[in-house]
């Protein structure tokens, strides 16, 4: 219980940093010792915070490949991280 109340606060704390902005597009990329992916996603920031807040700990999409790895969010227009976490 306590991990999950320390990353909910964790979760919170981060989304209330992040500057939503309606004109960019981001995009999911996954990494880790040896290999890079991205979705190729052209999304809000919003959209892409939830997916991975959802499928992070799941087998769904690359998150079983790279589990130790970093999943991360960057704008497509300036290559700029927004958001990273390890998954689970």
Do not use: P, R
Not at 27 to 55: R, S
Not at 74 to 82: A, I
């Amino acid at each position: 219980m306590f991990i999950i109340s320390l990353w909910y606060f964790n979760f919170k704390t981060n989304y209330k940093q992040l500057k939503i902005d309606k004109m960019k597009t981001y995009d999911i990329f996954f990494n880790d010792d040896n290999n890079a992916n991205n979705l190729g996603f052209k999304q809000t920031l919003e959209f892409c915070l939830n997916f991975i807040h959802l499928h992070n700990g799941s087998n769904e999409s690359y998150f079983l490949d790279y589990l130790g790895g970093k999943v991360s969010i960057l704008c497509n227009e300036t290559c700029v991280c927004e958001y990273e976490e390890v998954i689970f």
